[in-house]
C-alpha cells in the first residue's frame, strides 16, 4: 500500500494580494530624494493607483515566488492526463536541444553548413520508419492534427493520380476532433462508424458502408477508450478491397512501441505525435511536430524538400513531380525533432518497448484497483489509458466534475473529463510509464476516498474544491467573456481590499 499518508490535503494557500501587503515607506530601493526626477523618466512614475503597495524587495520576492508556487507542474506532482497533455520529459532532451550548435543553427543556412542537422533528421526519419513499421517519413508537420491533413493530401493525390479523388472518408464515433476536421479541411465528407460494445469497430458494419466512393478510413488504434483495435487488419482488407486506404492516428504510440507496428496492421498512412510520445514539453497547445509515416504507394506525394543521403552528403532534394508540395516552412519544427531524437536514442530499442509495457502497466493496474469503485464502459484489457464513468456516483448526486473537483483538494490534477464525447460522464486517466507504484497508489487511495465521501457525504463533494485559493469558476464565462488586459481603466478592487 501507499506510503504516502491517504489524502493528503492540498495545503497551498494564495498569500494575501500584494495591495494587501507592505507597510507605508517601505521600499526596496532608496535613491536621493533630489535625483528622483532625473533617474525615473516622468512617463514612467505612476501615480494613479490608489494604495500603490509599498513593500521590501525580500517581500516582493516571497509574494511572486509564494504566487508562482500555486501552479501545478509535472516536476511538482502526479498529471493523469497523461501523454495528450503533459506527461514527464526526460532532462536529457531539453539539454541536447539546447546545444549550441543545433538551437543556434540559422534555418536559411546552406546545406553544406547543416550537415550534422540533416544527418539527425535523416536518422531520426529511418528510426521512425523502423519504430512504425511504414517505407518512408517525412518531418514536416508541426502538430498531429498538421500531419492528418499531410496524409490526407498524400491519400487524395494518389486517388486524383488514379483517377478519382473519391469523396467520403470512414471515422469512427471515438474518433479526436481533429479527424473530422482534417477529411473536411482536405474536401471530404465525414461518415461516422459507430464503436460496438467492446469499444472498438466491427469488421461487419465496416462491410456494410465500404463502397467505392469512400477514400480512406481513419482509425486510431490504440483508439479513444484506450482500446486496442483488434480487427485492424480485417478492417483494412475489406476497405483495401474497394479502393480504399488506411489512414491511422497514431498521436498516441506510447502503449505500442517496440510491440505492435501499424505498418503491419494494413495502415497506408499515419501521424506520430512527437510532443506525446517521444517528450516534448506541450502544454497549452503547442509546440509539437506530427511527422507522418506512409507506405511505398504514397512516396511519389511525400511533401518536398525531401532529405536525402548523397554520395557525398545530405542534401534536399525538390525534384518530385507528384508531391503535395510544401506543408511547413523551413526543417519542421527542428527543436521538437531534436528531443525526439534524443529521447528514442537515450533508451534505445528495449528501452522504447519497456516504456510502452509499464504505459500499460500502469494504466491496467490503476483500472484494476478502481473497478470496484467506479463504472468501467469496457471491461476490456486497456493500452495506455482507461476510462471510467460517473454512473455510480451519480445515483449518489455526485458528478464527474464533482469527482474531479474534489481530485484537487487531495493535491491531485484531475484526469481529462467528459471525453470520449460517446461516454457520458467520462473520467479518462492515462498515468503514462513514468510514475512509480507508490505514487499511483496515493492516487489510487484519493479516488477510492472520494467514492466513498460520494455516499457518506455528498455534499462534500459536489462543494469541492475545499483548500485550493480559489472555489469553482465559471469556466465557460472565462472562456466566452476573455478579458486579457483592463485597457487602462483600473483593476476592479485595486487599493481596496479585494474579495476572493
Ligand atoms: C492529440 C491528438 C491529436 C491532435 O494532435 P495535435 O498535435 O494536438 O494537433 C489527434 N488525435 C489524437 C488521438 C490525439 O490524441
Not at 525615473?40 to 516571497?62: K, N, T, Y
Not at 466512393?213 to 483495435?229: D, H, K, Q
Not at 486579457?484 to 481603466?489: E, H, V
Request: hydrophobic share 40%; charged share 20%.
Amino acid at each position: 500500500m501507499s506510503k504516502h499518508s491517504l489524502g493528503t490535503v492540498n495545503r497551498l494557500r494564495a498569500p494575501p494580494l500584494i495591495f494587501e501587503s507592505g507597510s507605508p515607506e517601505r521600499s526596496g530601493f532608496f535613491w536621493p530624494e533630489e535625483k528622483k526626477t532625473d533617474w525615473i523618466p516622468s512617463q514612467f512614475v505612476r501615480d494613479e493607483i490608489a494604495g500603490f503597495p509599498e513593500l521590501g524587495e525580500l517581500e516582493v520576492l516571497r509574494h511572486f515566488t509564494c504566487l508562482s508556487h500555486l501552479n501545478y507542474s509535472i516536476e511538482g506532482q502526479f498529471y493523469p492526463l497523461g501523454s495528450c497533455t503533459m506527461k514527464y520529459n526526460p532532462k536529457i532532451n531539453e539539454v541536447v536541444a539546447r546545444l549550441p550548435g543545433l538551437s543556434l543553427l540559422h534555418p536559411l543556412a546552406p546545406t553544406v553548413l547543416i550537415q550534422g542537422a540533416l544527418e539527425l533528421l535523416y536518422d531520426l526519419e529511418r528510426m521512425l520508419v523502423e519504430i512504425s513499421g511504414m517505407d518512408h517519413v517525412t518531418l514536416q508537420p508541426a502538430a498531429g492534427a498538421q500531419g492528418e491533413l499531410t496524409g490526407l493530401m498524400m491519400i487524395r493525390a494518389y486517388l486524383t493520380a488514379q483517377g478519382n479523388p473519391r469523396k467520403k472518408i470512414l471515422v469512427p464515433d471515438t474518433a479526436h476532433g481533429t479527424n473530422p476536421a482534417s477529411c473536411s479541411l482536405c474536401g471530404y465528407d465525414v461518415v461516422q462508424i459507430p464503436s460496438n460494445e467492446r469499444g472498438i469497430i466491427d469488421v461487419a458494419k465496416v462491410r456494410t458502408v465500404m463502397d467505392e466512393e469512400v477514400a480512406a478510413l481513419m482509425i486510431t488504434n490504440p483508439n479513444t477508450f484506450g482500446i486496442f483495435e483488434q480487427d485492424i487488419q480485417a478492417i483494412a482488407e475489406v476497405v483495401h478491397h474497394k479502393g480504399g486506404l488506411i489512414y491511422m492516428d497514431g498521436a498516441n504510440l506510447n502503449a505500442i512501441m517496440g510491440i505492435a507496428k501499424p505498418g503491419h496492421m494494413g495502415v497506408d498512412a499515419l501521424h506520430m505525435n512527437l510532443h506525446k510520445t517521444f517528450s516534448t514539453p506541450h502544454g497549452g497547445g503547442g509546440p509539437g511536430a506530427g511527422p507522418v509515416g506512409v507506405k511505398d504507394i504514397l512516396r511519389d506525394f511525400l511533401p518536398i524538400p525531401r532529405i536525402s543521403k548523397g554520395s557525398k552528403r545530405y542534401e534536399l532534394r525538390e525534384d518530385f513531380p507528384l508531391s503535395i508540395g510544401r506543408v511547413r516552412s523551413f526543417l519542421g519544427n527542428f527543436g521538437v525533432l531534436v528531443r525526439a531524437y534524443t529521447y528514442i536514442i537515450s533508451l534505445g530499442a528495449d528501452g522504447l518497448e519497456e516504456t510502452s509495457r509499464m504505459a500499460v502497466l500502469n494504466a491496467n493496474y490503476l483500472r484494476k484497483r478502481l473497478e470496484e469503485y467506479y463504472h468501467l464502459p469496457y471491461s476490456e484489457p486497456c493500452m495506455h489509458e482507461c476510462v471510467f464513468t460517473d454512473r455510480v456516483q451519480q445515483k449518489l448526486g455526485v458528478h464527474t466534475m464533482d469527482i474531479a473537483k474534489r481530485l484537487l483538494d487531495y493535491g491531485f490534477h484531475p484526469p481529462t473529463i467528459y471525453f470520449p464525447l460517446v461516454v457520458s460522464g467520462a473520467i479518462m486517466i492515462e498515468p503514462t510509464e513514468t510514475e512509480d507504484p507508490e505514487t499511483l497508489d496515493s492516487f489510487i487511495d484519493a479516488m477510492i476516498s472520494i467514492a466513498r465521501e460520494a455516499k457518506e457525504n455528498a455534499t462534500l463533494v459536489n462543494t469541492a474544491p475545499h483548500s485550493t485559493p480559489v472555489q469553482r469558476l465559471d469556466e465557460a464565462g472565462a472562456a466566452r467573456r476573455l478579458v486579457l488586459r483592463w485597457g487602462g481603466s483600473k483593476p476592479e478592487g485595486s487599493g481596496q481590499k479585494a474579495e476572493r
